[in-house]
C-alpha cells in the first residue's frame, strides 16, 4: 500500500485535500491572475479590441513564468476569454471586436504556475454604462461573494449554491445561468466537484479544509437559456439580454475562505 503524501488526501467524492504547502503554491499562481486583472482593468476602454487585451494578459502571465492555462484547452485559440454584453463565457478575443463605451466585458483569466491553477473572472464597464447593466454587475459579483461567505468547512456545497441563487435571482430579478458552472482546481483547471449556481443548502457534500474551489456566478438580466456561437465557443443569452460573470479560485480553510485570485 502506498502512503498518501501529505495533503494529497482524497475525499469519496474525488475531491483532492490541498495541504498548507499547496495552498501556498496555489496562492502563486492566484496571484499571478489577479496582476492579469490589474492589467485588464487598467487596458479596458472603448476602442480597445479584445485581441489587445488578450496580447497584454499573455505577456503579464508570461513575464511571471506562468503558462496561460486557456491557450490550447481543449483548442481555445487565446489566453483569455472575452465575452461582451449578452455575451456569457468564452468569446474568442478577436483584432476586429472593438470595445464601445455602455458595453459590458466579462474577461476570464487562467494562470498556470509551477504546474498549479488559477483561474478568475471578472465583468468591467466599459466607460459610463446603463443602470440596468450596473445593477447586473453589482448582483453578479455579490452574488460570488455570498458564495465565497458559505465555503466554511462544515458547510455544504448546497450552501455555496443557494447562497449565489438567492443573491442574484431571487433578490434582484436576475436569472442564474444553469448550463454553467463553478469547479474544484488544482494540477488541472476543471476537477471535481461540479459547483452549480443554484441549489438547496443543507445538501451535497460537506466541505472539508484543503478543498478548492472556482466559484464563478454567471448571471443574465433576462433569461437563463444560452446558445453557443457557430465559432463553437462563445455562449450567449438566447434571448439577447446581458450577462456578467464573476470568479474567484479559493480554499476552503478551518477559518476563513482563503481567496488564491487576489493580489
Ligand atoms: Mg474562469
Ligand atoms: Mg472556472
Redesign the pocket.
Known amino acids: 500500500m502506498i502512503k498518501p503524501l501529505v495533503g494529497q488526501s482524497k475525499t469519496p467524492a474525488g475531491i483532492v485535500l490541498r495541504g498548507a504547502r499547496e495552498l501556498a503554491a496555489m496562492r502563486e499562481a492566484g496571484r499571478i491572475v489577479a496582476r492579469v486583472h490589474e492589467a485588464m482593468q487598467r487596458a479596458v476602454r472603448p476602442g480597445m479590441s479584445t485581441a489587445e487585451l488578450d496580447a497584454i494578459a499573455e505577456d503579464v502571465i508570461r513575464s511571471h513564468d506562468a503558462i496561460p492555462t486557456f491557450l490550447g484547452y481543449h483548442g481555445f485559440p487565446a489566453s483569455i476569454?472575452t465575452s461582451i454584453n449578452d455575451e456569457i463565457v468564452h468569446g474568442i478575443p478577436s483584432p476586429e471586436r472593438l470595445l464601445k463605451e455602455g458595453d459590458i466585458i466579462s474577461i476570464?483569466?487562467?494562470a498556470t504556475f509551477k504546474g498549479w491553477v488559477g483561474?478568475?473572472?471578472w465583468t468591467y464597464a466599459v466607460g459610463a454604462i446603463s443602470s440596468e447593466a450596473q445593477a447586473l454587475l453589482d448582483a453578479t459579483e455579490g452574488a460570488l461573494w455570498a458564495g465565497i461567505e458559505q465555503a466554511r468547512s462544515g458547510n455544504r456545497l448546497g450552501d455555496i449554491s443557494s447562497a449565489v441563487q438567492a443573491y442574484a435571482a431571487e433578490s434582484r430579478g436576475f436569472a442564474i445561468i444553469r448550463e454553467y458552472s463553478g469547479h474544484g482546481v488544482g494540477r488541472q483547471m476543471h476537477e471535481p466537484p461540479q459547483i452549480l449556481n443554484y441549489g438547496q443548502p443543507g445538501t451535497g457534500i460537506r466541505l472539508r479544509p484543503g478543498m478548492v474551489f472556482?466559484l464563478?456566478p454567471m448571471v443574465a438580466a433576462g433569461h437563463w437559456l444560452t446558445k453557443v456561437d457557430a465559432d463553437g465557443w462563445t455562449v450567449r443569452t438566447q434571448d439577447g439580454s446581458l450577462s456578467a460573470h464573476f470568479?474567484h479560485t479559493l480554499a476552503v480553510t478551518p477559518d476563513d475562505p482563503m481567496i488564491m485570485t487576489i493580489l
Open positions: 476569454c476570464d483569466v487562467g483561474d478568475s473572472a472556482a464563478e470568479e
